[in-house]
């Protein structure tokens, strides 16, 4: 992917939350509201031995999707949005929702798993890095991290489904392995899929701390 210009003083990550705020109704009514593929498997292998006690976090939880689907399957889900317009949505819906931006926020808790379903996609390499020694350190010992990217190489900014500017950075696995190995995970695996998105290449990835 190209590095495409763009003028963002207060970083690109401020540029993307403004662009979800404005446009909420369009990132809904574009957005499949089925948990189906790669990304249902994913969320079940995560899931998978986990009590109905277990304590989990979801980041960018937008309108409920996953949260939805992680409910049905019996477990409680505290959601977390750092776009206002998306927790006032959730709140509305019935569910357990704050405002957390990973940025710039502490992670509180600990949890036996934080989920983070095309979220860390949205932070540049060196934003990434940080966000996940935050949340190695708010995982219960044992606990679990899953993470999805976009695959690919570099990073861009892109107007589509939103019709306003998002930022991406693109990964393959031999970029994140050193990565996680830095941040003290015990062990991590990456699934590469193939996905019906209008990106199609995915990362999904679980990663276990010591």
Not at 130 to 152: D, E, N, T, Y
């Amino acid at each position: 992917m190209t590095t495409l210009a763009h003028d963002d003083p207060s970083g690109t990550n401020g540029t993307t939350l403004r662009s979800y705020e404005a446009r909420t109704d369009a990132y809904i009514g574009g957005t499949s509201h089925v948990v189906a593929g790669p990304s249902k498997d994913w969320i079940d292998a995560a899931l998978d031995g986990l009590s109905p006690a277990s304590a989990i976090l979801e980041l960018g939880s937008a309108f409920g999707r996953d949260a939805a689907y992680i409910a049905s399957r019996g477990f409680a889900v505290e959601c977390t949005d750092a776009v206002p317009s998306f927790v006032s949505h959730l709140q509305e819906r019935g569910f357990r929702a704050r405002l957390l931006n990973v940025l710039t926020d502490q992670v509180e808790g600990a949890y036996d798993l934080i989920l983070a379903n095309a979220v860390l996609l949205h932070f540049t390499r060196q934003e990434f890095a940080s966000v996940l020694g935050r949340l190695i350190r708010a995982a219960k010992p044992g606990g679990r991290i899953a993470f999805s990217l976009k695959r690919g190489h570099g990073e861009s900014w892109s107007n589509d489904k939103l019709g306003a500017p998002r930022y991406f950075c693109y990964w393959e696995p031999d970029d994140l392995r050193p990565i996680l190995d830095a941040c003290g995970f015990a062990h991590w695996n990456i699934e590469e899929a193939q996905t019906g998105r209008a990106h199609a290449a995915w990362l999904y990835v679980i990663a276990t701390p010591p």
